[in-house]
């Protein structure tokens, strides 16, 4: 599509934009490193820093650490990360976070609670983030403000709507979660949903290992296996937000039924059901990370019955992995959740699989790694999803909040958003 | 693309009397790369460990180091060039805090008087930087870690020192599975931030879990240098137990063979 040549006006919000995402990102940077980064003369970033100043978004101040140079240091640029937050949610089938993540990716502060394994009752889940939420904000300071909120859900869901079409595990289909629970808040903010994994891969590709990565995949272990893909620093999820399923990826036609109704899905063959079943440590309390942790470490001091379902557990992720290297040829693959103790304990069964069942060009530079971002690598990437609008738009959200219930901006004088 | 290692051991003999412990051996370490250096017991491990850190004179071959050759005649001058050895026994006092270890024989000063502060930041933000979460205070006394943690912090004093190649003798061998993970993820982040690290173990699950090389030892020699991600842990035991590849020399890629000789420059450095 042909489009005029952008407006002044247009090229000023984009590099506000982008001047906080660097900000967000990166943490504090001077004029001159941003002048840098961004390929802007200092005038203008000068003019852009002022402005994001005045709506509160930023400060200048001298350095605090750097006290053996000579000279004088020139003022950095910081994330006003209390004063302005999101709220990001994890939705998990045994684990429930609310979190404040603060600008610059700073968890402000956390609630979290276990989920029974009953089945899921969106008006119960609903009414348990917003009371966590109730005592989040509660606890800001007078001038801070909620700039946007996000969670992320074990399940498939529709990224115009943020509607669960499928979450196996968490028994749920079709549940207009994003809706609901918008209105439950009450914050004058659209919740956004996401997929827990795809979050992931965004969040390790942010701020965790895969920094600088354009190419990779974040594999989650919850009890299933999710998966989050990254082509060229993009996620590649589809066209209506469901793609990277790697876990429903069929690595064994006659294998294990799976609970979306297939058979030998990668999630069927080393999910929490078919690694403890294998390991014949199933039974009453034995279930979620704890029992899976259980299970390596089981398998580490010499129980033949864990090694076993271990290893075969090794060998099956190796041949999903295999087969991603194989069709995305990744620069990384990252394993995160239940996977990060899965790879750990079975690197020599998923590694002898990747050397025998790829061609050698796309496995070439491969790097297997673990989450960097550990427990927090879902949340994280929820709070990410929540601060992509005011990201791409800092003034006219800010603007907007304002006259809105959230929006507990202080007027400051020289704002001329 | 070609990269020259940082460190290169070519051809080393070693003898103790009339037994000869070490023949031909070979050893390449990269920047940002783990090699783990594997071999039955005996096969020789230490020995070589022994020399590269200078703790061992070298009766026979070429010690290269950034592709100079030099002589390492005590642990003073390893650690000159900028290689640290982490022994297992760690040699880290006790009864000292972590940031007095990190910086033991070279605190800072400012003035007369320790420049506690700066140390304690620099100690704190290290372990951060490998992703140490777990340590509550760097003031702790060592007495206080766990067996991971007290590694986390012997490789963080390597970090600190700006080491150019790191080398860790089982530092697996006592822990547990979660401190064995732990320090495994601080192994690789090492790497990551542009080490060379070589990693001896026993554990061939550790191995594959971090490292992109490895060197096997089999009776003094080095059987193979190959890139961990074309072999099987079957092969790897193979070339440990026998000295030979997995499947005779026709299932052994061809770049297993004929590594006690130098062949440099023939794989692709890291990405
Ligand atoms: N000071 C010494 N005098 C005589 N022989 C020695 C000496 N040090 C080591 N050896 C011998 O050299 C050989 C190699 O020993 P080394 O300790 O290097 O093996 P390793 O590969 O480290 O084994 P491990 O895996 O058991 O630690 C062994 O046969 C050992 O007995
Ligand atoms: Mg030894
Ligand atoms: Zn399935």
Known sequence: ?417 | MSVTPVLDLRGVGKSFGPVQVLHDVALSAYAGEVTALVGDNGAGKSTLVKCLGGILPMDSGDYLFEGRRVRVNSPREAAELGIEIVHQDLALCENLDIVQNMFLGREWRSGLVLDEPAMEELAARTLTGLSVRTIKSVRQPVSSLSGGQRQSVAIARAMLWDSKVVVLDEPTAALGLAQTQQVLEVVRRLADKGRAVVLISHNMNDVFAVADRICAMFLGSTVAQVRASDVTHAQVVELITSGRGADGPSGVPARMNGVGRARRGDEAGPG
């Open chain 1, 1 to 417: 599509m042909m489009r005029a040549a952008p407006s002044q006006e247009e090229v000023r919000r984009h590099n506000l934009g982008t001047l906080l995402r660097h900000i967000h990102l990166r943490g504090s940077a001077s004029r001159a490193e941003l002048a840098e980064g961004m390929g802007l003369n200092r005038s203008t970033i000068m003019a852009l820093t002022s402005e994001l100043t005045a709506a509160g978004v930023v400060r200048e101040e001298l350095p605090r650490d750097t006290p053996r140079r000579a000279g004088r240091p020139s003022l950095v640029v910081r994330p006003e990360s209390t004063r302005v937050y999101v709220l990001a949610f994890d939705i998990g089938v045994d684990r429930l976070v609310a979190a404040r993540v603060g600008l610059g990716g700073v968890i402000l502060e956390r609630r979290e609670a276990t989920r029974p394994r009953v089945p899921f009752d969106p008006d119960e889940l609903v009414g348990a983030l917003a009371a966590f939420t109730r005592q989040l904000v509660r606890r800001t300071d007078r001038d801070a403000v909620c700039v946007g909120a996000g969670a992320a859900f074990s399940g498939t869901v529709r990224r115009a709507d943020g509607m669960i079409r499928y979450g196996p595990n968490l028994g749920a289909i079709d549940v207009s979660l994003g809706n609901a629970l918008s209105r439950r808040l009450g914050l004058g903010l659209t919740v956004s949903i996401g997929n827990d994994a795809n979050l992931g891969a965004l969040a390790e590709h942010r701020r965790g290992i895969g920094a600088g990565c354009t190419d990779l995949i974040y594999l989650h272990g919850d009890v299933g296996i999710g998966g989050g893909i990254i082509v060229g620093g993009r996620l590649l999820d589809g066209v209506d937000g469901y793609g990277g399923e790697v876990g429903h990826m069929v690595v064994n036609p006659s294998g294990r039924r799976c609970a979306c109704g297939s058979r030998g899905c990668l999630e069927a063959e080393i999910g929490e059901h078919a690694l403890l079943a294998n390991a014949g440590r199933t039974g009453a309390g034995r279930v979620g990370r704890d029992a899976v942790r259980a299970m390596v470490d089981a398998a580490a001091r010499g129980d033949a019955a864990a090694r076993d379902a271990l290893h075969r557990a090794g060998d099956w992720l190796g041949l999903g992995v295999a087969n991603l290297v194989n069709v995305f040829n990744p620069g990384m693959v990252i394993f995160g959740g239940t996977l990060r103790d899965i790879y750990l304990g079975s690197a020599a069964q998923v590694r002898s699989r990747l050397a025998t069942s790829t061609l050698a060009a796309p496995r070439e530079r491969v790097k297997l790694r673990t989450a960097e971002l550990g427990d927090d690598t879902t949340l994280v990437g929820a709070a990410e999803l929540a601060f992509s609008e005011v990201l791409d738009d800092p003034l006219e959200v800010l603007a907007r909040l304002r006259t809105t219930a959230a929006g507990r901006l202080p007027d400051r004088s020289g704002s001329n958003a």
